[in-house]
DNA sequence: GTGTCGATGTCAGTCACTGACATGGGGAGA
DNA sequence: TCTCCCCATGTCAGTGACTGACATCGACAC
């Protein structure tokens, strides 16, 4: 691929969460990630769309694990457990990396402007999912209603899981249950 | 209070919902704005934090809204019917303005950075929901969920009403049966 | 009539992001 | 092994979002 460094975008990525933790978002120019990454601004924006998208590399992988979980589930499966079954699968992915999404988790609860990144990549996974629970026939608004309640599960266990320790997976699994005997 | 022109930001709010409106988000600039409301670029900016903001004005009273409601609302009502109601509060609110809401919903829709923001705003409302729930003694968990699934009801029936028409409190009663409906 | 105060104007600066064009090394094919 | 092409990168200049510091001006109190 590239003939210079290998792996260019893996680099700015490191050097990104390096300089956002180190001395805040706010305080890094794509200048100074690109500088320590041994490349230059232009090529930073040339991998990614923004400053907030090196950190959420990661969304795509997480939106095809989505999609496939619930594609393959038991066609018996109703609406909400398929779309459980597969944030579930991506919360089992995300507890094998948890320094990684620890210190990432802080970056952007530190930045308001990285929590909106967040949420649009939460917002764009639920569609992900509702699309794939339409393509099992399941009817739009159900399908919604199900995917975003699938996506808040998944969203609220994992500030949880980075908060207070264990495992995502098992967090995702005792929110679940609250949302199942909530109404 | 002002000692020119009152109501500088109402008319920059004007201004900006004609020009999004006419050529786009990204072809507007905050000088375009200013200009239009008579007022200059850094006067722009001492009324709204960024370019998207003025698009979100209504955000606080919606949150006063719902915090309002929950707090009012019957101490027999559960965590979920509490938030649910507060929500259709302001989606009857909104329903007296269709038109307003409708134009400013197409803009949104066209402008993923708009989308971001908006994401952002129901966040937030999400949370007055909660700490709200949380003011009747409900437990974080349950108030977050209850919370959030709430916003999500407002959320999809609102889109669903700018694009079909009726009632946005109607749309929203209906999004709410089949959330109870779902488990 | 004078002084204070808050909203506005002015100005200069930083930085995110973009388009156009140049370059250089690696790999495919002769 | 040489050559040509391609693509990732570098270079450069420009636009526009936002900010801080300071000047101003009109309303209102006194």
Chains 1, 2 share one sequence.
């Not at 990104?16 to 001395?23: D, P």
């Not at 998208?53 to 066609?75: C, D, H, Q, S, Y």
């Not at 996974?125 to 996506?151: I, K, N």
Request: charge should be negative; hydrophobic fraction near 50%; charged fraction near 25%.
């Amino acid at each position: 691929m590239g003939r210079w460094e290998p792996d260019a975008r893996g680099r700015m990525t490191a050097a990104a969460m390096e300089l956002y933790a180190e001395r805040g978002f706010d305080q890094t120019t794509a200048g100074d990630i690109a500088e320590r990454a041994g490349v230059t601004e232009r090529t930073f924006f040339r991998h990614f769309t923004d400053k907030r998208e090196v950190l959420f590399n990661g969304a795509e992988a997480l939106e095809n694990t989505v999609r496939e979980t619930i594609l393959t589930a038991a066609p018996e499966v109703s609406a909400l457990e398929a779309a459980l079954a597969g944030l579930h699968v991506c919360a089992a992915l995300i507890d094998e990396r948890r320094d990684f999404a620890v210190r990432r988790a802080q970056i952007i609860e530190a930045t308001p402007s990285l929590r909106e990144r967040e949420l649009l990549k939460l917002a764009r996974l639920a569609e992900v999912a509702a699309a794939a629970l339409g393509g099992r026939g399941v009817p739009e608004t159900a399908a919604l209603l199900a995917a975003h309640s699938a996506v808040t599960v998944f969203n609220l266990s994992f500030w949880h899981w980075v908060r207070t320790g264990g495992t995502f997976a098992g967090h995702f699994t005792d929110t679940a249950a609250a949302l199942r005997s909530m109404t």
